[in-house]
């Protein structure tokens, strides 16, 4: 069985490396606008859960459902930023990296991972675990988890396909 191979080849000339580029066209692809919400709504529950562990603690030790929603959002975010980072600084990454097993893996987990933090807190939200102001912001940040957990499935279902080559 025979099949053809097309090679593209592109060559960058680059005449002063004192600059740093960012591949800004990434941002106006899908999978670039998706980090890029992921980012911003995984920072303001980030800021949120954490200013109400802070100022409002409901014991000396938080509790277990806002405790590990709130680690799930740092580490989410922190490697949603790697991500869209690198994306951003290299003009190659983005193309390559779609292409691997990594997106997959990353994206489901983070989807699996955030949506149980953000129904283990909505679920001690409704059961009236926490007082008024509490329960606001926590309700708040958990339909904003379930929102960015949604983000993470379609980001995996994009990946998905791009790693199949669909």
Do not use: W
């Not at 960058?12 to 992921?38: E, V, W």
């Not at 975010?77 to 991500?83: D, E, H, P, V, Y």
């Amino acid at each position: 069985m025979s099949h053809s191979v097309v090679i593209t080849r592109t060559t960058t000339t680059t005449t002063s490396t004192s600059h740093l580029m960012l591949n800004t066209g990434y941002l106006r692809t899908t999978p670039g606008l998706l980090k890029l919400a992921q980012l911003v709504i995984g920072a303001v529950n980030v800021g949120l859960v954490a200013y109400y562990i802070r100022h409002y603690p409901t014991s000396t030790l938080p509790a277990s459902s806002e405790f590990f929603f709130l680690l799930m959002a740092v580490a989410f975010l922190i490697g949603t930023f790697c991500l869209l980072a690198s994306c951003l600084v290299s003009l190659s990454t983005g193309g390559i990296i779609s292409k691997t097993i990594y997106e997959l893996v990353y994206h489901t987990i983070a989807f699996l991972l955030y949506l149980v933090a953000s129904i283990m807190l909505l679920v001690d939200v409704t059961n009236g675990r926490y007082y008024h102001k509490l329960k606001d912001a926590y309700m708040a940040a958990s339909i904003l988890g379930l929102i960015v957990s949604a983000l993470y499935l379609f980001s995996a279902l994009l990946a998905q396909r791009h790693y199949r080559g669909i």
